[in-house]
């Protein structure tokens, strides 16, 4: 006898093709992605279950690799899967950053900074290295603890003039939720 549940990962990756991400529910594609690290269960409530703990899609996928694997029905698979998809996703975007004038795509650049202080659990300071097209050169980040960041002026300076061909330089810095100062900042 074929249970209720038989087809729906086909269905679901096929609706996916037909007509995208916004075809699915946020816990949808968790579980598009809990396919290939699950192959063999029921992933819809694990999915749902990591939108409750973590808030959202970003949270989940920005969460922390420790915080997922303690997560019910995650694994390290599952939990290196999500790191794997937020590592790639902010290579293509440090990409197009490389390639696109920044202050022409301050969004893209946004986005950038947003993600990747994202799964942050101390304060970070990065400094944006662009040419003088205002294309990415470098990211040097400087951390920090869980209240502050302490960056050495003359550090700084000296990783600074290593790269010749900066001309411009932007200052982001992110605050932790838990911290005095707020949410982030970019």
């Known amino acids: 006898m074929k249970s209720s549940h038989s087809g729906h990962r086909e269905r679901l990756r096929e609706r996916f093709i037909r007509a995208g991400r916004n075809a699915l529910a946020d816990y949808e594609l968790l579980e598009l992605l809990l396919f290939y ?6 992933v819809k409530g694990t999915a749902k279950n990591l939108l409750l703990r973590f808030g ?7 969460a922390p690799v420790e915080q997922l694997i303690h997560s019910d029905g995650i694994g390290p698979g599952a939990a290196i899967l999500f790191q794997l998809f937020r590592e790639l996703g902010l290579e293509f ?10 202050l022409k795509s301050p969004d893209t650049l946004r986005r950038y900074l947003v993600t990747s202080f994202a799964s942050c ?7 944006l290295l662009l040419d003088k097209d205002y294309r990415l050169l470098d990211v040097l980040t400087f951390p920090g603890t869980l209240n502050a960041v302490s960056a050495n002026r003359r550090e700084l300076v000296h990783r ?3 790269c010749r061909t900066v001309r411009q330089v932007i200052i982001s810095h992110n605050h ?7 949410d982030y900042i970019a």
């Open 37 to 42: 690290a699950i192959p063999r269960r029921d």
């Open 121 to 127: 659990s101390e304060e970070e300071l990065k400094l």
């Open 56 to 62: 959202s899609l970003r949270g989940v996928l920005s």
């Open 176 to 182: 932790l939720p838990d911290s005095p100062a707020g």
């Open 160 to 162: 600074l003039l290593a």
């Open 93 to 102: 975007m440090t990409q197009e950053l490389t390639e696109k004038p920044v």
